[in-house]
């Protein structure tokens, strides 16, 4: 009786890694998922939600602490449901039970898997997560990334650290409407300009050489394409139609 060979593996056969995004301030937005360049990535979404919707702050009341959003993980599962995203049994039974809170409303930093078969998507959310309180946990799984998203929240600078080990012209920016870009000394608050990755492209050749592309997804969801900071910049400048619209962000019940 004859056997069929078998067939080892290839050692000179590498499989390219996965392209990786990094998206601080993600909430439950899922928006950008949807275009084509996300399928086949992987993409870690942070937010120091649900134990604060600022950072890591914390402020307590009757013995609660007042920054915390207890609906929060409830939204993203609904969300993620909805536009394809499973996670495991075990991680969908604590965020339903918990809220991944305890009872005075603070959190620890949980990390969970999302997953869209059909699109080969790996999410990893961190969850009760902020930069630069987690900047070294975060760095340690996500490692050198390809891609930063930034819709609604600057990212703090410590997401472009050494710890990341980005390589100089490899990293693509994906801006979107309903978001501030650019510097404006008159609204924006020096600390916040000096921390921040948005502010700091406007005037730090460190960070900018970092970028080979910055491209603004607008509120079509056309994405136009930029080699220079200064030129996403100016497009935003003299197409305010396309950056804003009149519609209402989806807030979340208190």
């Not at 991680?91 to 603070?106: A, F, S, W």
């Not at 693509?172 to 000394?185: H, K, L, P, S």
């Not at 990755?197 to 394409?225: I, M, N, P, Q, T």
């Amino acid at each position: 009786m004859m056997h069929p060979l078998s067939i080892a593996p290839n050692p000179l056969i590498v499989c390219p890694p996965r392209p990786t995004h990094l998206y601080v301030g993600a909430g439950w937005d899922t928006l950008p998922f949807e275009a084509g360049w996300a399928t086949g990535t992987t993409i870690h979404c942070v937010d120091g939600q649900p134990h604060s919707e600022f950072g890591t702050k914390v402020h307590f009341e009757d013995g609660k602490n007042q920054l915390s959003r207890p609906n929060f993980v409830k939204k993203v599962l609904a969300e993620y449901d909805a536009a394809g995203f499973t996670c495991s049994a075990v991680d969908r039974e604590e965020m339903e039970t918990t809220g991944l809170l305890k009872e005075d409303h603070t959190g620890t930093r949980r990390v969970v898997r999302f997953d869209n078969p059909s699109r080969d998507i790996v999410v990893w959310y961190h969850f009760n997560s902020g930069l630069p309180d987690h900047v070294a946990e975060i760095a340690a799984m996500i490692g050198t990334y390809q891609g930063m998203l930034c819709a609604g929240h600057w990212p703090h600078r410590s997401a472009m650290s050494d710890v990341f080990n980005i390589p100089d012209r490899t990293l693509t920016f994906r801006g979107y409407a309903q978001t501030c870009f650019g510097v404006d000394f008159c609204r924006d608050a020096l600390d916040d300009i000096e921390k921040s990755v948005v502010g700091r492209l406007s005037y730090d050749h460190a960070y900018r050489r970092k970028f080979k592309h910055f491209v603004f997804c607008d509120v079509d969801g056309e994405e136009h394409w930029f080699d220079m900071w200064e030129e996403l910049l100016v497009w935003i400048a003299y197409n305010p139609d396309l950056v804003y619209d009149d519609g209402e962000y989806d807030t979340e019940d208190e």
